[in-house]
C-alpha cells in the first residue's frame, strides 16, 4: 500500500503545454516537498508547502497544498524540455514517505 | 548544493557477503536518511538517523543496520547481501525544522 498516490505515472506532452500533476494521501501530513529526479541523479528539492491552502510558485511551477494537508498538486506554465524528468512528492506523518512519481516527458 | 557524499558509486557483489556504504556530509545537519530506489517502489526508507548514535529503522528495514558514530558520517551495511536487495541506494540529509532533504548522487549496487 502506497502511502502517497501520484497521478498520472507517465505523462508525455508537447512544448508549450500546460500540465498538472497531483500527490494524494488518506493521511494528514505537517508538510510536503515536491522532487524532481534526473537518470542517474539523485532528487532534488524544489519546493516545501507547509500551511493549509498554501500557493507557491517557481517561475513556471506553481504548487498548491490542499486544504486538508492531505493532498498537493504541481502545475507547469508552458512546459520546456528541460523540464523533464521524475516528480515526486514526499510528506512525513512519522517518518519520511514518497510517492512513486510522475516521470513527465516534454518533447520539442 | 550540499555537501553530501556517497562511496562507493558502483559495487557488484556476490549473494551472502558483507556490504557496506557510507554516506559523508559536510553541513553538519542533524538528520540524515538511507533509502532505496526500485522500479514500481518509489523510494523507500530503509534507515535514518536524528543525532550521533540515533537512529531507528524506516519502511523497509529487515536485513540492513545502520551507524553514526559522527556528526558526518551515516554507514548502511547489508550484513548478507541477497539478490533482492540489488537496488540504487540514495542518502539525504536534513537540518532542522519541516524543511525538505537533500540527496547524495547515489549508489548503484548489485547483488549476483
Known amino acids: 500500500t502506497q502511502l502517497l498516490e501520484q497521478s498520472p505515472q507517465f505523462l508525455s506532452i508537447q512544448e508549450g503545454e500546460n500540465l498538472t500533476v497531483y500527490c494524494n494521501s488518506s493521511?494528514?501530513?505537517?508538510?510536503l516537498q515536491w522532487y524532481r529526479q534526473e537518470p542517474g541523479e539523485g532528487p532534488v528539492l524544489l519546493v516545501t508547502v507547509v500551511t493549509c491552502g498554501e500557493v507557491k510558485k517557481l517561475k513556471r511551477l506553481t504548487f498548491q497544498f490542499g486544504d486538508a494537508r492531505k493532498d498537493s498538486s504541481l502545475h507547469i506554465t508552458a512546459a520546456q524540455p528541460g523540464d523533464t524528468g521524475l516528480y515526486l512528492c514526499?510528506?512525513?506523518?512519522?517518518?519520511?514517505?514518497f510517492g512513486t512519481g510522475t516521470s513527465l516527458t516534454v518533447i520539442p | 548544493d550540499a555537501g553530501i557524499t556517497q562511496s562507493p558509486r558502483h559495487k557488484v557483489t556476490e549473494t551472502g557477503t558483507p556490504v557496506t556504504l557510507r554516506c559523508h556530509q559536510t553541513?553538519?545537519?542533524?538528520?540524515m536518511y538511507w533509502y532505496r530506489q526500485d522500479p514500481g517502489h518509489g523510494l523507500r526508507l530503509i534507515h535514518y538517523?536524528?543525532?550521533?548514535?540515533?537512529?531507528d529503522k524506516g519502511e523497509v528495514s529487515d536485513g540492513y543496520s545502520v551507524s553514526r558514530s559522527k556528526t558526518e558520517d551515516f554507514l548502511l551495511t547489508l550484513e548478507s547481501a541477497t539478490s533482492s536487495q540489488t537496488s540504487v541506494y540514495f542518502c539525504?540529509?536534513?537540518?532542522?525544522?519541516?524543511?525538505?532533504?537533500?540527496f547524495g548522487p547515489g549508489t548503484r549496487l548489485t547483488v549476483l
Open positions: 538517523s536524528y543525532g550521533v548514535k540515533d537512529t
Open positions: 553541513e553538519n545537519h542533524r538528520y
Open positions: 514526499a510528506g512525513d506523518p512519522d517518518q519520511f514517505y
Open positions: 539525504a540529509i536534513r537540518g532542522g525544522g519541516i524543511g525538505g532533504q537533500f
Open positions: 493521511s494528514v501530513f505537517s508538510s
